[in-house]
């Protein structure tokens, strides 16, 4: 009798450890199609944030950038006019809530930017000796850097140092230090962070002579023992240029160097620009007028399906090439908060980014969704 009951419970055990085998897996839960999780496994998207993103007064806006993003970087708070306005005066209060925001959405925090001629602090220009200056830009460097030691995950170290041709820009860095400054500044931001990710960012550097002047000039600074990590290729392009060729060698040819390639500053003009404008300079500035503002009223489908194109192809090259990419990042989340709205002809409407002015998806961003979705599915079959 004893043995039967044995027997017995032998068997239930089984039937249960059977039972509990065939019961199906409970799935888990798909994640929400966005940028950010659709992109995770190829680089980092980014955007850049101003102060009324930061400070999440928009539950829209907010919403957007927590979720559709991985990466932030700081559109202006942390350039020098604002960060450091006076010789010994600092101004952190934004920049902290900008670090804040990316540390609460689990984000990748990039700093723009330590060395940069323009929106420079004024107090600056009243250094006359040269030793003088350079020592008040070691410790500006420094102490910024020191602040965010740990926090920050990358630093645009140089900004848009080099001229059209490739050659170093006449600004007050190199009239009072010399092309030192450019060395001696990558060399004080790793002393201070020796994990934090150094860059080199500029516009126009798919231009074959401007991309071999940044490429001589990392090589020189990488020569001399000091880090850099990146380059950043300021990705404010139009419908039809650069072309997309000169955007694939752009990045293989920078990636030859050993550093990481970003695409920063991403997007894409849809209106004609002045025949004079050079570059990205900020200085420039042109009188609107009808022929440069055509879409007052609202983009063309037409235009919007070629808006939508170009991106494709943008991506279609970043995604060809994701393991030489380490970050994508847009310009701004909306076109109503565009910078190209200003430049170079101010009070125009551009459209030019992801997100309409009402902070609805665009064309644009389910052709990209899209796009990488499809490069998935081929992949795994």
Avoid at 311 to 319: A, G, P, Q, R, S
């Amino acid at each position: 009798m004893k043995l039967i009951k044995q027997s017995l419970l032998v068997a239930i055990l089984l039937l249960v450890a059977i039972s509990c085998n065939n019961k199906p897996k409970e799935e888990e839960p798909t994640k929400p199609k966005t940028l950010r999780n659709v992109y995770e496994d190829a680089f980092y998207i980014g955007t850049a944030l101003n102060r009324f993103q930061i400070e999440e007064s928009d539950s829209v806006m907010a919403s957007i950038v927590g979720n559709e993003f991985s990466s932030i970087t700081a559109e202006n708070m942390m350039k020098s006019m604002n960060i450091h306005p006076a010789k010994d005066t600092f101004n952190f209060e934004l920049a902290d809530k900008f670090v804040a925001l990316g540390e609460k959405y689990n984000m990748f925090i990039h700093g723009h930017t330590l060395i940069w001629h323009s929106q420079l602090s004024r107090w600056f220009y009243g250094i006359e000796d040269s030793t003088e200056f350079a020592t008040a830009v070691e410790s500006h460097v420094k102490d910024i850097v020191e602040r965010y030691k740990g926090k920050i995950d990358s630093w645009d170290v140089v900004n848009e140092a080099l001229n059209e041709d490739g050659t170093l820009r006449k600004s007050i860095f190199l009239n009072k230090m010399g092309e030192d400054y450019l060395a001696l500044a990558f060399k004080w931001t790793s002393e201070i962070d020796p994990n934090v990710d150094l860059y080199y960012n500029d516009y126009n550097m798919t231009k074959p002579s401007k991309r071999a002047g940044a490429i001589r000039m990392v090589k020189n600074i990488m020569d001399q023992g000091i880090k850099v990590d990146g380059i950043g290729m300021q990705g404010h392009w139009h419908l039809n240029r650069p072309s997309l060729e000169e955007i694939e060698q752009s990045i293989l040819d920078y990636a030859a160097l050993g550093v990481k390639v970003a695409i920063t500053e991403l997007d894409v003009s849809v209106l004609p620009n002045p025949e004079d404008l050079e570059g990205a300079e900020i200085s420039q500035n042109f009188e609107n007028s009808e022929l440069l503002n055509p879409y007052t009223e609202g983009l063309p489908d037409s235009i919007q399906v070629k808006l939508a194109n170009r991106y494709k192809d943008i991506f279609n090259i970043f995604l060809k090439h994701k393991d030489k990419i380490s970050r994508v990042t847009f310009w701004g989340v909306s076109d109503g908060q565009s910078w190209l709205n200003g430049f170079p002809v101010r009070g125009r409407t551009n459209y030019p980014l992801l997100f309409d002015r009402g902070l609805k998806p665009k064309a644009a961003y389910d052709t990209i969704i899209a796009l990488k979705e499809r490069l998935d599915k081929e992949l795994a079959n």
